[in-house]
Nanobody, 125 residues
Framework: VQLQASGGGLVQTGGSLRLSCAAS????????MGWFRQGPGKEREVVAG????????YYVDSVKGRFTISRGGARNTMYLQMNNLQPEDTAVYYC???????????????????WGKGTLVTVSS
């Protein structure tokens, strides 16, 4: 499975961005997917996850109410709508996919099957 993330950029505090992740490869529509981020000097952390069906979703507490994860109709695309961005959201955001596990709070970066290249989100104060 190949993952291609896009949509990062520079935004002011309170602004919005929409990240996209396109998955390709056999049975890519059956994978659970999610977004991780890695800020300067920090470990990679899970931000949000969505099941292959799009029904089950997870958000880390710090983004609840501000970020929305979704999948496209063909289920091989994933989006992260980020509203009311704050400087602490500044990070490289990574698209992830896993064939077995739902990506959630207990998911560690080392357990993920597939990664896309990161896209940088910078929030200026």
């Amino acid at each position: 499975v190949q993952l291609q993330a896009s949509g990062g950029g520079l935004v002011q505090t309170g602004g919005s961005l929409r990240l996209s992740c396109a998955a390709s490869g056999r049975t890519s529509t059956l994978y659970n997917m999610g977004w991780f981020r890695q800020g300067p000097g920090k470990e990679r952390e899970v931000v949000a996850g969505i099941s292959w069906s799009g029904i089950t979703k997870y958000y880390v507490d710090s983004v609840k109410g501000r970020f929305t994860i979704s999948r496209g109709g063909a289920r091989n695309t994933m989006y992260l709508q980020m509203n009311n961005l704050q400087p602490e959201d500044t990070a490289v955001y990574y698209c992830a996919a896993d064939s077995q596990r739902q990506i959630g709070g207990s998911t560690t970066a080392g357990a993920i099957d597939y990664w896309g290249k990161g896209t940088l989100v910078t929030v200026s104060s």
